[in-house]
Every structure is written in C-alpha cells, then in structure tokens.
C-alpha cells in the first residue's frame, strides 16, 4: 500500500520538490537573496512535509485498506465511513452497483426458479401419456416390435427422469429423508424397470448382498443405483453385471463390477465432471455427460463415497462406500 500510496501522490511529492528546487536556484542566481537561509528554510521544509506524509498515509489509505481487505460479497455493512468527498464518491458508486447487482441477482433467481417450476410441471404432465404408451406396448402381439418399443420408451423414461433429478439436485438437502433402507428392495426394482434393455442386450445379474440394509434416503440412492446400472448396461454387451455387499471397518461397502468396454486410465479422473463424455468414443452423441456428475452431486449429500476401477476393454467396477451410523448426525442436524 506504501508504493501505491507514492504512487498516487508522485505527481504532488515531485511538484514540491522540484518547487525547491527552484527557490534554491533562484537563490543561486541572485546575490540580494541569502543562500544559507534558503537551504536551512527548504530543509526544515522538508522535514515538515515528510511528516506530513507519513500523517496522511495513515489517514487517507485506511478507507481504501479496509476497501482492499473487505471480503468480495454484496454485503455493504462493512464499508468503512469515508471522510473526504472523493471517499463519499466512491462509496455512493459501491452502494448503487451493489443494489443493481441485488435487483438483477433477485430477478436472475426467479426467473430460474420459474423456469425449473416450468420444467418440473412439464416433466410430471409428460409421465401421464408416457405411462398409457407403456400400457399400449405391454399389449402389442409382435414380440420383437414390442422389444424395441419398449427400449426406447425406456430411453425416454431415463432421460425425462434424469432431468427431473438435475433440477433437484441444488435442493437435494431440503429433500433428504434418512431411514433404514433395503438394498435389495432398490436393486431389484431398478433392475426390474431396466429388464428390457437388458434382454435386448443380453445382461444378466449376479447379486450377492451379505449387508442388505443401510442408513440412506431411499429415493436419491434408487437413483444413484439407477445411473450405475445404466452405465452399465450402456457399455455392456451379453455378460452378467455383479452386484455385492460387504462390510469393511464399521462401513457397508456395495459393488457394481460390469464386463463392458472400460474406461481409459486418463479418462478416469473426469468422469464425474459435468458434461465430460469420453475421449476414447468421443463421437458417442448418446451420451450427455451428466449421469455420473448427477450420481457424484447426490452422493456427496447422502456422505456417500464413490471409487472407480477400470481397465480399458475389461470392464469398470464402482465402489460406493456407505457412512458409518454416527456420521449421520452430521445430515440429520441440515
């Protein structure tokens, strides 16, 4: 703040000394003026306007020291008073950008929280005619018509869900429920809702579930489930996924090992970044790039640690690490 503080003054500190300077010189040149007195004068002078520096340093950089040190946010509590013009100035500016930033933050957030509303209305109205186009296929006679039907029935269903769900995520905490939950029953079901695509794929399921309760909320973990086994399945062809349980130090530790196309080793550390595809199949256009950045966000609510394992052309293997019992106080007290 010195340096600056010279800086802004350089023009006012160079124009005085250069003032004496002058004085010195017209002394020099003109006999009728003592030299001596001069120099004692410009000395003294000098000395006085130090220490009236060092004052004002004090005095006119505490406003912009506290300006400097303020933390970046739209409250303005924490101005400091001004106490020259030029500070009122500045501190009227502060005051007015901030209350349009407020206004246009305050119209941005409506405006977002209507469209979502929107969008969650549409969702909801678009699961009724989705539903009687199910109940029309489950009635079709030709079997391979129905297959592919209901694979891309399925398709949407997914994706309808997976957007209801992108909306809820930044409200996932007000939406939180934690319970016993049984890991067969949410397994099982989504396996269930996903069993046409399996059969036109050829997966089956190897479920072994030595734990089958945890402390979780059961519809965020039904989803997490659901975006696992639809990777799974998505990159998988006529092999079994394995699905297995266990305990490991006082935590539940659940397995979804596929035998699909695996995921290149460079790839493994952005898979959960928001809209990263693929570098290996990066012309893949089915692919959104949300699922597992969704399955993360929701996760990480539920404390609920994600580990991945892959080998390219081998398969994948995603370890979720459930919490222990005591660290849901932390949850339970949102």
């Given amino acids: 703040m010195i340096r600056k503080y010279f800086l802004e003054r350089f023009s006012w500190i160079t124009f005085y000394i250069l003032l004496h300077l002058f004085f010195i010189f017209v002394a020099f040149l003109d006999s009728a003026i003592p030299l001596k007195p001069i120099l004692y004068?410009?000395?003294?002078?000098?000395?006085?306007?130090?220490?009236?520096?060092?004052?004002?340093?004090?005095?006119?950089?505490?406003?912009?020291?506290?300006?400097?040190?303020?933390?970046d946010s739209l409250d303005i509590t924490n101005i400091?008073?001004?106490?020259?013009?030029?500070?009122?100035?500045?501190?009227?500016s502060i005051?007015?950008?901030?209350?349009?930033?407020?206004?246009?933050?305050?119209?941005?957030?409506?405006?977002?929280?209507?469209?979502?509303?929107?969008?969650?209305?549409?969702?909801?109205?678009?699961?009724?005619?989705?539903?009687?186009?199910?109940?029309?296929?489950?009635?079709?006679?030709?079997?391979?018509?129905?297959?592919?039907?209901?694979?891309?029935?399925?398709?949407?269903?997914?994706?309808?869900?997976?957007?209801?769900?992108?909306?809820?995520?930044?409200?996932?905490?007000?939406?939180?429920?934690?319970?016993?939950?049984?890991?067969?029953?949410?397994?099982?079901?989504?396996?269930?809702?996903?069993?046409?695509?399996?059969?036109?794929?050829?997966?089956?399921?190897?479920?072994?579930?030595?734990?089958?309760?945890?402390?979780?909320?059961?519809k965020w973990l039904a989803f997490i489930m659901r975006q696992l086994l639809t990777n799974s399945i998505k990159y998988s062809e006529n092999s079994d996924i394995t699905i297995f349980s266990h305990e490991q130090a006082e935590q539940t530790i659940l397995e979804v090992k596929d035998s699909g196309r695996g995921i290149d080793p460079k790839d493994i550390p952005r898979i959960f970044d928001k809209g990263f595809t693929s570098t290996t199949n990066h012309r893949d256009h089915a692919a959104t790039g949300m699922g597992l950045y969704l399955t993360k966000k929701a996760a990480e609510s539920l404390f609920i640690s994600i580990a991945v394992k892959s080998k390219l052309g081998t398969g994948t293997t995603i370890t979720l690490s459930f919490p222990k019992r005591n660290d849901f106080v932390n949850i339970t007290s949102m």
């Fill in 95 to 218: 005051i007015n950008q901030t209350e349009i930033l407020k206004q246009s933050a305050a119209i941005g957030q409506m405006t977002l929280e209507q469209e979502k509303d929107e969008l969650l209305s549409w969702i909801h109205e678009v699961k009724t005619p989705l539903t009687a186009m199910h109940l029309m296929i489950d009635r079709l006679d030709d079997e391979l018509l129905k297959s592919h039907l209901t694979y891309e029935w399925l398709r949407i269903h997914l994706l309808l869900d997976q957007q209801l769900h992108q909306r809820r995520i930044p409200f996932i905490e007000n939406d939180l429920y934690i319970e016993n939950t049984d890991l067969e029953t949410i397994i099982f079901d989504e396996i269930k809702t996903l069993q046409s695509w399996c059969i036109q794929k050829g997966i089956g399921f190897d479920i072994q579930l030595d734990v089958t309760e945890v402390l979780s909320d059961a």
């Fill in 80 to 92: 400091p008073e001004p106490e020259s013009p030029f500070e009122k100035i500045i501190e009227n």
């Fill in 41 to 71: 004068i410009v000395f003294l002078s000098l000395i006085m306007f130090s220490i009236f520096l060092i004052f004002r340093y004090k005095k006119e950089t505490y406003f912009y020291k506290s300006l400097e040190a303020r933390e």
